[in-house]
């Protein structure tokens, strides 16, 4: 048998014979194969598209491909939610492109049009080919993203029939010029949002105020869209695509698709000789581990892919694993991640398709439906947020319904350890529900004022964005951004863009351009959000495995100047932060103690970053920065104590400033368990005192302006949430708290002072005056 078909329980014994991996090991499932459902073809899918499926060896679809096949020609709004490679995007693209080859037929070639959307450009040009392999080519299948020349936009506008593009590009490119799209629109049939259970939180509910833009103009040019949705298996995708376009939806959910078998291995990185932050015991990191086994699976021929958390983690994981490997063998390993160029991302997504690649250690940009058939063993160098986003991870392996490997390393962090120690909480869960709240006037606010830019807003308009609208929009005209005229509509009336003041991602601004300072050259890019913390003087940059020292951040201009530089370090933002109670929207009395929800403002700042060694985590030194302070107004969940709770758990009050930090920094931990969200979406702030409560208060906030709809999931679900926070604290083996229950990546304080023993029994003191309805296991 070739090395790169090789059963997945002998490339995991492979992993775990090699130099004595066995105690790393914490738990192994065996999900088992499944035999296919087929359907016959629907008549109304044309001749020419079951020919040319047929010809990619697609004899009759599954089950569920006819079920939406069915919904999406009755003009219904319906969301594919199944497995991985389970078929989702011919559900679509059989009805889609049938319509648009009869639209082919009218006099000037274009009936029919349909719009289809991605969060990531690989992915919409990946959808692209598969356009172009099952429709012929009087159906005109084109990009039209921010890497699309000026010349081929017209050429869009005018004459493609199916327009692949993103949110981003839909929101400022063609929605505010919608007079020049006139003649796509009017004939618009069908929408396409895919990977759909990526639009969460902030992003997620810009994206479904920018859906509710392109209804409205639609209607104006009288088009009324089905919009046909794919996601990775959620809690309710029905409600979720309701959100996400304001529409009633069908939800296809039953996966007839064949899957092979998968063995899904929990893994846990060994502790090292080393010490970190306040003496704590240090595990190798996840990417570190992830480096070694790649280089391992590289050798035996195995083809895989590493997830990894950050831009830095692609980088490094691929440099390592180059490094251990021979040279012909090097050469097959790439990183894969966003900031590159739109030409080397071109470049490694054709060798991975190609099979040219044997490994690539990636970021979540190639988490989306990209097709990488031919994958064998896939490893997840940490927790990837949610149980959404780790079976679509995992599900990148065995694509072709061959055998897979799946490894998730656990990183020194409370979820990764208490996740790789209680598999229940990975394997007998349902996914989460997508979060995502298109009602926060801080995004919807933007919205009205774009909607109006576009066409003056109607009273018949207000509805279609929800129930703020009204009251938001004579909160508008106060501020001299809307003007509403004798004719009773609302109209824009600055000179600017509307459309520009939109922050879609949510990322904080314009992108920070990283320059090489000798040549000038522009390396790439990073949200203007991360910034402080990622290319803030002194940091060390990672891009295409060469490092780089950041020499200047110009924040006016919005550039780091980086110098090529080889440290044996790593550096890490610290800041400092306060948090203010600006309104209590609810308030549960737990016993003496509280649980609340509301609106807080947040006052952040970088101060200065820690320089860790490369291998082992290690604290080298700190250097002291001078950045400005940033301050956010967003959403929270807090609860406090009182001093008797305090007496009564036997916790003095020399000793509550460690209690809570630690029990802060451990529930920001395990939130992700709870809602879709990562810990970096997520802050907290424990006080001994507040000035706004004047208790001992701990509160966890969403890190986005307005609230993302975290936090609120979190008081939703606080009990069980902080029961798990308890437990895995309490079970954690160290002796006074470590990464792997209370220690924080990003704590601004050094993570000090920690008290473990006293987050346990703060915890229990709180959770025993939960509500008998909300206790649960507590």
């Known amino acids: ?36 459902r087929h359907a016959p073809w629907p008549e109304s899918i044309r001749p020419e598209i079951r020919a040319a499926a047929l010809d990619l060896g697609i004899r009759r679809p599954w089950t569920h491909q006819v079920e939406a096949m069915n919904l999406a020609k009755a003009g219904q709004t319906v969301v594919i939610a199944t497995g991985t490679a389970s078929g989702k995007s011919l559900g679509y693209l059989a009805p889609v492109l049938s319509e648009l080859l009869t639209g082919t037929e009218a006099p000037n070639g274009r009936g029919s049009t349909a719009l289809y959307l991605a969060p990531t450009k690989a992915l919409a040009a990946d959808q692209r080919r598969r356009a172009t392999e099952l429709a012929p080519e009087r159906v005109r299948a084109a990009l039209y993203d921010g890497d699309t020349p000026p010349q081929e936009r017209e050429w869009v506008r005018q004459y493609a029939s199916y327009v692949l593009t993103n949110p981003d ?9 919608h007079p020049r799209w006139s003649s796509f629109l009017k004939t618009l049939r069908y929408v396409v949002v895919d990977e759909c259970h990526s639009y969460r939180g902030v992003f997620g509910s810009h994206v479904a105020q920018v859906l509710r833009r392109l209804r409205r103009v639609c209607r104006r040019y009288g088009a009324d869209p089905a919009f046909l949705l794919a996601s990775a298996t959620t809690a309710d995708p029905a409600a979720t695509a309701e959100r996400l376009t ?29 010490v970190g932050e306040q003496g704590a015991p240090v595990r190798r990191t996840a990417t570190a581990e992830a480096a070694y086994l790649l280089t391992d699976l590289v050798t035996a021929g195995t083809r895989t892919v590493a997830f990894v958390r950050s831009r830095r983690a692609a980088e490094l994981v691929a440099l390592q694993a180059q490094d251990n490997l021979e040279p012909q063998l090097a050469n097959r390993v790439a990183a894969y991640r966003g900031g590159y160029l739109p030409e080397e991302r071109r470049a490694l997504e054709r060798d991975l398709y190609s099979g040219r690649l044997l490994g690539l250690a990636s970021t979540s940009a190639l988490e989306l439906g990209i097709d990488v058939s031919g994958l064998d063993a896939v490893l997840l160098a940490g927790y990837p947020g949610t149980r959404a986003s780790l079976w679509q991870q995992a599900g990148r392996a065995g694509r072709e319904a061959q ?32 979060v995502l709240d298109p009602d926060n006037p801080h995004v919807l ?28 929009l004579p909160v ?66 990672l891009h295409q495995g060469r490092s780089y020292l950041v020499r200047e951040l110009d924040l006016e201009h919005s550039v780091a100047l980086v110098s090529a530089a080889n440290p044996s370090y790593t550096t890490a933002a610290r800041d400092i932060t306060s948090i203010s109670v600006m309104s209590t929207e609810q308030t549960v009395a ?45 959403r929270a969940v807090w609860w406090t104590v009182t001093e008797d709770q305090l007496l009564d758990a036997v916790i003095p009050f020399d000793q509550l400033p460690g209690a809570a930090h630690a029990a802060e920094h451990a529930s920001i931990g395990l939130l992700p368990l709870f809602a879709t969200c990562d810990r970096w979406d997520i802050g907290g702030v424990s006080v001994p005192l507040h000035p706004d409560t004047l208790l001992p208060t701990v509160f966890v906030y969403d890190g986005h302006p307005g609230g993302a709809g975290f936090a609120e999931h979190g008081f939703r679900h606080a009990a069980r949430w902080l029961t798990a926070t308890r437990d895995a604290i309490r079970a954690c083996e160290c002796a006074r708290g470590c ?35 909300d206790a649960e296991s507590t």
């Open 445 to 472: 606010a933007p919205h009205l004022c774009a909607a109006a830019a576009e066409l003056p807003l109607t009273e018949a308009d207000v509805e279609l964005f929800g129930p703020n609208a009204a009251a938001l």
């Open 169 to 177: 590009m839909l929101h400022r490119s063609i929605l505010p010029a």
């Open 476 to 541: 508008l005209e106060r501020r001299g951004l809307l003007r509403r005229r004798a004719d009773g509509a609302w109209y824009w009336t600055r000179r600017e863009r509307a459309a520009d003041a939109v922050d879609l991602r949510g990322t904080g601004g314009a992108p920070v351009q990283i320059v090489e300072e000798s040549t000038g050259r522009l390396l790439g890019t990073v949200d203007a959000a991360a910034a402080h913390t990622t290319v803030h003087t002194g940091a060390v940059h």
């Open 403 to 434: 055998g897979a490997l799946a490894v998730l390393i656990a990183r020194d962090d409370p979820l990764d350890t208490y996740l790789v120690h209680h598999p229940e909480a990975l394997f007998a869960r349902p996914v989460e529900a997508t």
């Open 590 to 634: 737990w016993g003496e103690g509280t649980l609340n929800f509301g609106s807080v403002e947040v006052v952040n700042q970088v101060v200065g970053y820690l320089r860790k060694r490369i291998a082992t985590g290690e604290v080298l030194g700190e250097t002291k920065l001078d950045l400005p302070p940033r301050t956010l107004r967003t």
């Open 1 to 36: 048998m070739p090395p790169s078909h090789r059963p997945p329980e002998a490339q995991l014994d492979l992993l775990v014979a090699s130099r004595g991996r066995s105690d790393r090991l914490t738990h192994t499932e065996h999900l088992p194969a499944r035999q296919g």
């Open 246 to 274: 304001g529409l009633p939806a069908h939800a296809v959910t039953e996966d007839a698709s064949p899957r092979g078998q998968m063995v899904f291995a929990l893994w846990e990185p060994p502790l090292t000789e080393h």
């Open 739 to 773: 990464p792997s229950c209370v220690q924080s990546p990003k704590c601004g304080n050094g993570n000090d002072p920690l008290d473990k023993a006293g987050a346990v029994r703060l915890l229990g003191a709180l959770l025993a005056g939960a509500p008998a309805d």
